[in-house]
Nanobody, 117 residues
Framework: QVQLVESGGGLVQTGGSLRLSCAAS????????MGWFRQAPGKEREFVAA???????NYAVSVEGRFTISIDNAKNTVYLQMNSLKPEDTAVYYC???????????WGQGTQVTVSS
């Protein structure tokens, strides 16, 4: 099993920035990629970004150019730097880990990000 713990959420004004972190523990050798998803009230969970251990990255169109994902393999930690935040970025952000950039088997508990207008 892999345990994922997110941190760094909070309240920020439109145009502001936040940095999310997610630390993995347990069988960290069992995943190839880590990523971020989000779920806004009344909406389905959606993909945000993913980063493989080898450096491959994938972003949702809605965040490309504003969000940057990075991974520290030595620390088993993935980060999400979020800039130019908009009210529509408000959601619970979930960390995930899995065997590919598009398959995720492990999930964190989520951290709330609220962007005020």
């Amino acid at each position: 099993q892999v345990q994922l713990v997110e941190s760094g959420g909070g309240l920020v004004q439109t145009g502001g920035s936040l940095r999310l972190s997610c630390a993995a523990s347990g069988r960290t050798y069992s995943y190839y990629a880590m990523g971020w998803f989000r779920q806004a009230p009344g909406k389905e969970r959606e993909f945000v970004a993913a980063n493989s251990r080898s450096g491959a990255q994938n972003y949702a169109v809605s965040v490309e150019g504003r969000f940057t994902i990075s991974i520290d393999n030595a620390k088993n930690t993935v980060y999400l730097q979020m800039n130019s935040l908009k009210p529509e970025d408000t959601a619970v952000y979930y960390c995930a880990a899995g065997p590919t950039l598009i398959q995720f088997a492990y999930w964190g508990q989520g951290t709330q990000v609220t962007v005020s207008s």
